[in-house]
């Protein structure tokens, strides 16, 4: 598992191509009233877990190449995305990252401030669905 140099807490994330335990990093940079700044490393070929966003958010990709997944249905939808790309989650969609390259991915973006919170802690709410049909 990766730990943050600037004191994120890491959280699990599950490539389940190659069956290994990777790591996904997020740091709140700017803590507000209503949104926070955050910062996401998602370490090299790892994949998030299914996640649900209770609120909006957008996020721009700094570094790498990163596969965004929308499951809307049975089919999820997919884009892949490199940096400079900007994004947004609406809120209730589930959604997961996968990085596609062999170096770690970065992203930033705004976040509700306590989504923010939950987020950097570990306990983002997972989505009832899975990647297996």
Known sequence: MLSSPNGGRPIRAINPLQNEQRALTC????KGQWLS???VTLAPKAQTDILESERPRVLRVLEGRIRLSRFKGRNPETRDLAAGA????AAGETYAYTNLETAPAALSGTLDASEAEREMK????KASTSLAA
């Open 27 to 30: 740091r709140i940079r700017i």
């Open 37 to 39: 700044v955050v910062d």
């Open 86 to 89: 900007v994004f947004s989650i």
């Open 122 to 125: 570990g306990t983002m709410k």
